[in-house]
């Protein structure tokens, strides 16, 4: 477990960007937290770290999967929006985490029991105004020390 933390948006997405720098296909990350925590500006990070622009990266308002053509596909997957678990089979989730892609998920509570357990944790939490403490569980020694 490594805990970080920043002092405003820029710091929170530089955190994801050395995440997604970190990451090979078949990764799954779970991000947790609270509404407006700073969770897509992560997933902005990560994305970024593949080369995906980050105002391709959008909340989830009405799409919940979105898959990115890079190498390894991208696929960033919001949750916000699910109420039932059984949606997430309706979705279609188990098709798109795993293999040789990297999954994001946001909101990866609403999935508990049903992603990896080797999935990577990312707990945000407010500190203050702009300030978060952003803690993750699952990265190995050796790339816990590049971020």
């Not at 296909?25 to 500006?41: A, F, H, I, N, R």
């Not at 959008?58 to 678990?85: C, G, M, N, V, W």
Request: hydrophobic letters at 35%; a negative charge; proline letters at 3%.
């Amino acid at each position: 477990m490594k805990q970080y933390s920043t002092k405003g948006p820029d710091e929170t997405f530089e955190i994801g960007y050395r995440l997604g720098q970190c990451l090979k296909p078949g990764d799954v990350v779970g991000l947790y937290g609270e509404l407006g925590s700073g969770k897509t500006v992560l997933v902005k990070g990560i994305a970024r770290a593949f080369g995906i622009n980050e105002r391709d990266i959008t909340s989830a308002s009405f799409t919940i999967i979105t898959q990115y053509q890079t190498s390894p596909a991208f696929i960033h997957i919001d949750l916000y929006r699910i109420e039932k678990t059984e949606e997430l089979t309706e979705i279609g989730i188990y098709e798109q985490i795993g293999g040789d892609r990297i999954a994001v998920i946001e909101w990866a509570e609403k999935a508990e029991g049903w992603l990896p357990e080797d999935m990577i944790a990312v707990h945000v939490q407010y500190t203050g105004k702009n300030d978060r403490e952003i803690t993750i569980e699952g990265l190995d020694e050796k790339n816990r020390d590049n971020i």
